[in-house]
């Protein structure tokens, strides 16, 4: 199924699926709109208008920043939970609905669009299949069927949490140009497989900002999809900065400026996460620790959270001056804000 290009109510025909779809210039506009948002929380920007939030996953400051940021700009979210709150959803072209599911997605779009100015949904993979998952089913057929601006919340990749950790390290280093500045994006372990997401999108949007990219994990097995290496070695070379592979902890972390954390699972696994398990436990010896980042430049540390503590990053970490996990999640409620405005046509 092909994405196809909507006129939503104000005219406008862009969702927000992924930052790749979006120009540097416009990422950089909804950024400068979010400092002005972070020193002037409350207008009216979106008063009168209605902000559908459906969540097929947990969450809770994707949900508590989107439910918060409607309402601090005078619009109203409505907050709804297939297979929970509201009913199950199906979503294949000819599916024959003979399941658990009550809906298709092509109706529930349709009626929501009619009803909301703006469609976000947050759908994580199955983990059974990438293949399958890597079509991003759910959000592709929202944004197919929806006549309103459909916002990603996260599926297969977190486009607001890049905005909001690009945004956390302009603040820290107290400048827009990242260019240069050597970040590693490192996997830790975590007893469960997670979602690749937050790497996918942390691998587009720094090189996006020219930064010399390392990312730093077991082995090739825990290199992410291949549509995203492709996008960060192609930002690389347009930026001028620089995309590479380290499976060695020492010289990743020597004179990095900048440290991201994350866990996810191996993509060769999909479906046969036993088969991983032992890999997994082998190394976790990951954590991001004091001794790792005593090799860096005095680098700043962040993790999108939730984050178990002393399993990815140990408390010192966590807790150092040089952390900026809350920041990079306040900044949730500010770039979402922004971007609420931009794709409803009411920025100012």
């Not at 947050?122 to 990438?130: S, T, Y």
């Not at 440290?259 to 191996?266: H, T």
């Amino acid at each position: 199924m092909q994405v196809t290009e909507v006129k939503s109510k104000t005219g406008l025909p862009r969702h927000f699926l992924n930052t790749q779809d979006w120009s540097w210039s416009e990422l950089c506009a909804l950024l400068d709109h979010a400092r002005e948002l972070k020193e002037n929380p409350i207008q009216p920007l979106l008063n009168g208008k209605s902000v559908a939030l459906v969540f097929f996953n947990p969450s809770l400051r994707t949900r508590a920043s989107f439910d918060i940021g409607a309402t601090q700009l005078g619009g109203h979210a409505v907050v709804l939970e297939p297979g929970g709150s509201s009913w199950e959803m199906a979503f294949g072209e000819g599916e024959v609905m003979d399941g658990a599911a009550e809906e298709h997605a092509k109706e529930a779009a349709r009626v929501l669009s009619k009803y909301c100015d703006i469609i976000a949904l947050r759908a994580f993979p199955k983990f059974r299949d990438w293949s399958v998952d890597r079509r991003d089913l759910v959000l592709t057929a929202f944004a197919t069927h929806a006549s309103v601006p459909v916002i990603n919340m996260e599926t297969i990749t977190h486009p607001c949490q890049e905005l909001a950790h690009l945004m956390a390290l302009r603040e820290y280093f107290g400048t827009d140009d990242l260019k240069g500045k050597k970040y590693v994006l490192t996997w830790t372990y975590h007893p469960k497989p997670l979602n690749t997401a937050v790497a996918n999108s942390a691998a587009m949007i720094a090189t996006r900002a020219g930064m010399d990219v390392t990312l730093l994990c077991p082995d090739e097995r825990y290199l992410l999809d291949e549509r995203y290496m492709g996008f960060a070695t192609q930002n690389a070379e347009d930026t001028g900065g620089s995309f590479e592979v380290s499976h060695d902890i020492e010289a990743a972390y020597d004179g990095a400026d900048i440290v991201y954390a994350k866990s996810w699972g191996a993509i060769p696994f999909f479906g046969n996460w036993e088969a991983e398990k032992p890999i997994r436990d082998a190394n976790k010896h990951f954590i991001v620790d004091e001794q790792k980042m005593a090799r860096t430049n005095n680098a700043c540390f962040s993790h999108c959270l939730p984050a178990r503590r002393n399993i990815k990053a140990t408390d010192a970490v966590m807790d150092s001056p040089n952390s900026l996990i809350i920041e990079e999640a306040e900044n949730r409620l500010h770039v979402q804000k922004a971007l609420m405005t931009t794709v409803a046509g009411t920025k100012v």
